[in-house]
C-alpha cells in the first residue's frame, strides 16, 4: 500500500464505526478506492519531499485531502442532473451504485473528511493547519475553485479561461503549493503556478484523450466534450497546436520550480509523468 | 447587523470575485440571507461569551460557519432526491430558485467556505484552530454528523437514536463546543451534552410543531413526516409525553452547564430561547 492510500484509508477510518449509516460508509469508501492514477496526491507528495518534508504524516494527510475533494467532484459530477454517467474508472459511478441520494452525501462527506483528516494530521505541526485549510478550501470553493468550475457550465456566457483555471488549475495548484506549505515553506506564487501549469497540460492531454481515443480503454466513454457542449482544447486548437501547447506548459513548469533541496528529484518525476500525458502514437520524446 | 450576518457576510466576500460564476454566488447568498432564526450560531456565541471569549472575531467565524454548515445541509435537503421541497422560509427553495446543478454546487461550496472562513479568522489564535476543525467537520461527516443523519434516511432498518443525535444533536453539540473551544476551553463531555440536549429539544418541538401547527405560517408544509415516512416523536409518544419530554430536556441541558465565569447569562440565554420553541396554545410557563 503507498503513503497516499494508507492516508486515505486513516481519514476513511475516522469517518466509519457502527454508528454510522452503513451505506454511506461503502459508498465513500467505494468512491476512494481503487483509485485512478493518483495524480494530484502524487505531485503533492512530490513536492513535499522536494522541500525536505520533516512532518510526513502531514503531508500525506494533504496529499490525501486532495485527492478525497478530487473524488468527491467526480461523484458529484457524475449526477444525473450534470453528466449523468453511468460509469467511472470501469466500474458504475457511485450514483448507479448506490443511488442519487446516497451520492449527494457521499459528496458531501468527503469534503467535510478533507478537513478533518488535515486537522487530525496537523496536531504535529499546528502552526501550519491554517495555510493549508485556505490553500485546500479556496482551491474547491468559489469564486475559482473546482465547484465554481462546475458552476460555470451552469452560465449562459461561459468566461473560459475561468472556467479551465478553475475546473482543473486550481487542485493541481493547491497540490503543489499544501505540499509546501506541509513542509513548512512559506506560500510563493512559484508553487502555485507550477502546479497550475501542470494542471493546464493535463487538461489538454484529457481533451486530446477525448478526442483520439476512441479505440483505447479509457474506463470512460470518449467524445464525451462534444456531446456535452464542453470546451475542449483540440476543438478550439487544433490537434497539433494543442500537442504543442501541451509541451510548451511541461517546459514551463520544469522552469518555474522554486529553489529547494529536491528540485532535480521533483524536475525527473514531472518529466516521468509528462512522458505518459499522451496516447502512446501521439508521443514524442520529452524535451 | 447581528455579529453573526456580519460574519457570514465576510465569509461570502471571500467567496466572490469578477472571476467567480455569478448564479452560484447569488445563489450562495439567497441560501444564506436572509435567515431563519440563526438559532445555531446564537448559542455558539452565548457559549463564548459564558466563556469569557477573548477572540471574538474567531467565535463569530465558528458561529458563522456552523450556520453555512446547516444552510448547506437545508439545501441538499430539499433537492429532489430527497424532500424535493418547492419552498424554504417562505419562499422558493434553492434549486427551484436556481435549478437543480446549482443547487447542488451551492450546499458543496458552502461547506468549503465554512471551513475557509474559520481558517481566515483563526490567524489571531492558530493553536485552536486544529480543536475547533476538528469539532465542526465531525458534526457534519460520517460516522455521526447530519450527512450520516441524513443518510440514514436511505437505510432499510433506521436506527432511530442515531439518527436523531446525528441529523440535530450533532450541530448542536457542535455549537456549544466550539463557542468554548473559540474561546480557549478545552474540549469537554459537559459541552457537547448541553448542545446534543437543546438540539433534541428543538427536534421535539419540531416534532410537535409539524404535527399541531397545521394552521399556523410555518413557512414550510406541516405533516411533512409522516408524508415522507420519517420518525416523528409525538408519533411515538404522543403530545402530551412529547411536551414532557421536551421540559425534561431544556432542565437536564441547565443542570450540566459547566462551571464558567458567564453561567448565569447562559441559563437565562437558554430559558429565554426554550420559552419559544412550542407553539403558543402549548406552551407553559418556563421552570
Given at each position: 500500500?503507498t503513503r497516499?492510500?494508507?492516508?486515505?484509508?486513516?481519514?476513511?477510518?475516522?469517518a466509519s464505526?457502527?454508528?454510522a449509516?452503513?451505506?454511506?460508509?461503502k459508498?465513500?469508501?467505494?468512491?476512494v478506492?481503487?483509485?485512478?492514477?493518483?495524480?494530484?496526491?502524487?505531485?503533492?507528495?512530490?513536492?513535499?519531499r522536494?522541500?525536505?518534508?520533516?512532518h510526513a504524516r502531514?503531508?500525506?494527510a494533504?496529499?490525501a485531502?486532495?485527492?478525497?475533494?478530487?473524488?468527491?467532484s467526480l461523484?458529484h459530477d457524475?449526477?444525473?442532473?450534470?453528466?449523468?454517467a453511468?460509469?467511472?474508472?470501469?466500474?458504475?459511478?457511485?450514483?448507479?451504485?448506490f443511488?442519487e441520494?446516497?451520492?449527494?452525501?457521499?459528496?458531501?462527506?468527503?469534503?467535510a473528511?478533507a478537513?478533518?483528516g488535515?486537522?487530525?494530521?496537523?496536531d504535529?505541526?499546528?502552526a501550519r493547519l491554517?495555510?493549508?485549510?485556505?490553500?485546500?478550501a479556496?482551491?474547491?470553493?468559489?469564486?475559482?475553485?473546482?465547484?465554481?468550475?462546475?458552476?460555470?457550465?451552469?452560465e449562459?456566457?461561459?468566461?473560459?479561461?475561468?472556467?479551465?483555471?478553475?475546473?482543473?488549475?486550481?487542485?493541481?495548484?493547491?497540490?503543489?503549493?499544501?505540499?509546501?506549505?506541509?513542509?513548512?515553506?512559506?506560500?510563493?506564487?512559484?508553487?502555485?503556478?507550477?502546479?497550475?501549469?501542470i494542471?493546464?497540460?493535463?487538461?489538454i492531454?484529457?481533451?486530446i484523450r477525448?478526442?483520439?481515443?476512441?479505440e483505447?480503454?479509457l474506463?470512460?466513454?470518449?467524445?464525451?466534450?462534444q456531446?456535452?457542449?464542453r470546451?475542449?482544447a483540440?476543438?478550439?486548437?487544433g490537434?497539433?497546436?494543442?500537442?504543442?501547447?501541451?509541451?510548451d506548459?511541461v517546459?514551463?513548469?520544469?522552469e518555474?520550480?522554486?529553489?529547494?533541496p529536491g528540485?532535480a528529484?521533483?524536475r525527473?518525476?514531472?518529466?516521468?509523468?509528462?512522458?505518459?500525458?499522451?496516447?502512446?502514437?501521439?508521443a514524442r520524446?520529452?524535451?
Amino acid at each position: 500500500m503507498t503513503r497516499i492510500d494508507r492516508s486515505l484509508a486513516q481519514s476513511l477510518a475516522l469517518a466509519s464505526g457502527i454508528e454510522a449509516p452503513p451505506l454511506l460508509t461503502k459508498a465513500m469508501r467505494y468512491a476512494v478506492f481503487p483509485g485512478g492514477a493518483r495524480i494530484r496526491p502524487r505531485l503533492c507528495i512530490a513536492v513535499a519531499r522536494a522541500c525536505a518534508e520533516d512532518h510526513a504524516r502531514l503531508s500525506s494527510a494533504a496529499a490525501a485531502a486532495i485527492e478525497m475533494l478530487h473524488c468527491a467532484s467526480l461523484v458529484h459530477d457524475d449526477l444525473p442532473c450534470f453528466d449523468d454517467a453511468v460509469t467511472r474508472r470501469g466500474r458504475p459511478s457511485v450514483h448507479k451504485a448506490f443511488g442519487e441520494r446516497i451520492a449527494v452525501l457521499t459528496g458531501d462527506a468527503l469534503i467535510a473528511l478533507a478537513f478533518q483528516g488535515l486537522a487530525h494530521a496537523a496536531d504535529t505541526a499546528p502552526a501550519r493547519l491554517g495555510a493549508l485549510i485556505g490553500i485546500i478550501a479556496r482551491a474547491i470553493g468559489a469564486p475559482s475553485g473546482i465547484i465554481a468550475g462546475q458552476a460555470w457550465e451552469c452560465e449562459a456566457q461561459i468566461s473560459l479561461a475561468h472556467y479551465q483555471r478553475s475546473k482543473t488549475g486550481a487542485l493541481f495548484a493547491a497540490a503543489t503549493s499544501a505540499g509546501a506549505a506541509a513542509a513548512g515553506y512559506e506560500p510563493s506564487s512559484a508553487w502555485y503556478s507550477l502546479g497550475e501549469r501542470i494542471g493546464e497540460a493535463y487538461q489538454i492531454a484529457d481533451d486530446i484523450r477525448d478526442v483520439v481515443s476512441s479505440e483505447h480503454e479509457l474506463g470512460k466513454p470518449t467524445g464525451r466534450d462534444q456531446a456535452l457542449g464542453r470546451p475542449n482544447a483540440v476543438h478550439h486548437l487544433g490537434i497539433g497546436s494543442a500537442i504543442e501547447r501541451l509541451e510548451d506548459l511541461v517546459r514551463s513548469a520544469i522552469e518555474v520550480i522554486p529553489v529547494c533541496p529536491g528540485a532535480a528529484d521533483l524536475r525527473a518525476h514531472i518529466l516521468g509523468e509528462a512522458s505518459r500525458l499522451l496516447p502512446r502514437e501521439l508521443a514524442r520524446p520529452a524535451a
